[in-house]
């Protein structure tokens, strides 16, 4: 016979399984929303939570504020009971709750977890039996069990704990990290696995259950420290991969070898090598951020990360190269930086896509300005360019007419709007840091 708390968890399962479950989504970002649309999708009920109250009425009058999100999708997902609020007091009504809010470095490079603990402790008030938390927010080893089950222990107003057996009444938590790849149209999100891991066996079960209902294939693991750390090796991985040919490139750029000619030849061997592309310095809320949220928690162990940091110094060392390239490339026209007209391609961190945090863009037109250069931008994504967390530069989009204009042209994002034929044609000058101009025959550009 079951135990009073395995029919509950029976009951949550159904309930997940059936579609009953009503789903909360903390966070309605790049991760959050479209992960709301697929259990809308999925005909789950789901409430989507935000402090920014011009996304959460975006979203209520059926808009989107995400180019790649169509304003169709979210009135599509208010057909199945989506909606947004801002109201913590309603996740009282959920049976499972996904938190997705960034986790940034703050200005000492250090891991910033102050919208998790603020989350949480918003959270913790309406928390009730049987119900599950999941952290999907990308952070370090240890995080939910040593910051978000001790802060929902003690925020909840009833006492109620974590279970962690079978026959412990309370509710769930697991962490589950997000895959998203903003921009790749080649696999459908609901194809990438999701990893899994619970503070019990059963938080496993009904995560497993939970993301099992929209991701093809689900991956349980034995705690939630391996799923962050799973998630943490995965962009670590990249990271390093990303420094190791910004390095080659620089290397082959001296002797005379052109990398991406090398790594095409590379790839076509099946078996041990997986391509990877230098470009003008890492970009986005993961690559250049997560890697450091290792680091930081491994001084705890008195352990140094040494490929992190390597790869760090090679990586945010290659906007300064850029630079360097494009006052090469001036003076071979006998020109200077200072008082030279510029004009960068691409603000977004990477190709079609309309986010540009942490973007080396933003990076390289500030290094620009302060060498004197005259410095315009184009990019079909961002009309205008104000201020951000670690960038102030209140600009806005140039059009795409009268190339002959500038001294450089410096294709930094490869949108694939852009005719760079006819870019290369109409410029004095064009610093591809992407390869974009691959196949481009002209004395013009300069590759880097
Ligand atoms: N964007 C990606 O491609 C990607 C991929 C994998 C993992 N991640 C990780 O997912 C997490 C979320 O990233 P994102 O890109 O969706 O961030 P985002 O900035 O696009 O969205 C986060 C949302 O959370 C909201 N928010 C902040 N504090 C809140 C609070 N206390 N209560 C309710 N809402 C709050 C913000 O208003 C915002 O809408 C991060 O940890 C990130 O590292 C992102």
Partial sequence: MMTANESRLAGLKKKIESREARVGIVGMGYVGLPLALLYSSQRFKVTGFDIEPRKVATLNSGGSYIVRILPSEIREAQKAGFRATADYSEIAQMDAVIICVPTPLDEYHEPDLSFITETVKSIAPWLHENQLIVLESTTYPGTTEEVVVPLLEAGNPRGLKTSRAADQPGFYVAFSPEREDPGNETVARHDIPKVMGGCSPEATQLAAALYGSIFHRVVPVSSPAVAEMTKLLENIYRCVNIALVNELKQLCMKMGIDIHEVIDAAKTKPFGFQAFYPGPGLGGHCIPIDPFYLSWKAQQFDFRTRFIELAGEINT????????????GLNEHSKALKGSKVLVLGVAYKRDIDDLRESPSLTIIEMLRDKGALVSYNDPYFPIVGHGRH??????????????????????????????????EQSQLVVDTRNATKGIDSAKIVRC
């Avoid at 140039?398 to 294709?411: E, K, S």
């Fill in 391 to 424: 960038y102030d530069l209140n600009m806005t989009n140039t059009p795409l007419d009268n190339l002959g204009q500038y001294d450089a042209v410096v294709i930094v994002t490869d949108h694939s709007d852009y005719d760079y034929k006819a870019i290369v």
């Fill in 317 to 328: 060392a290659m906007p300064h190269f850029v630079i360097e390239q494009i006052a090469n």
